[in-house]
């Protein structure tokens, strides 16, 4: 059974940094980034592909968020920096089986999701 476990999630000042992790076990997946701001739908954030070779941003994150993997710990990290008021949200990591990179942002593409971290950015 895969498991996503998520931490790194916490309470931040205007214009601070935080780093989200995602450990994955089993096998190597593309893995991508979604929040879900207070009464609102969940939306993409980040994404990296399988191979490593390729990543996406919303724009709303291009330049101030990267996501990275680190390959021994199978762990996926999403460094936020330079973070405003609207990046609260409760984050979540997700796997998917799709070596495609096809749609990256689709969350319906993603097979497996962990349970999600809390991000609030006070202003």
């Known amino acids: 059974q895969v498991q996503l476990v998520e931490s790194g999630g916490g309470l931040v000042q205007t214009g601070g940094s935080l780093r989200l992790s995602c450990a994955a076990s089993g096998r190597r997946f593309a893995m991508g980034w979604f929040r879900q701001p207070p009464g609102k739908e969940r939306e993409f954030v980040a994404a990296i592909s399988w191979s490593d070779t390729s990543t996406y941003y919303a724009d709303s994150v291009k330049g101030r968020f990267t996501i990275s993997r680190e390959n021994a710990k199978n762990t996926v990290y999403l460094q936020m920096n330079s973070l405003k008021p609207e990046d609260t949200a409760v984050y979540y990591c997700?796997?998917?089986?799709?070596?495609?990179?096809?749609?990256?942002?689709?969350?319906?593409?993603?097979?497996?999701w962990g349970q999600g971290t809390q991000v609030t950015v006070s202003s």
């Open positions: 997700a796997a998917r089986k799709l070596i495609s990179t096809a749609a990256p942002q689709r969350e319906e593409t993603y097979d497996y």
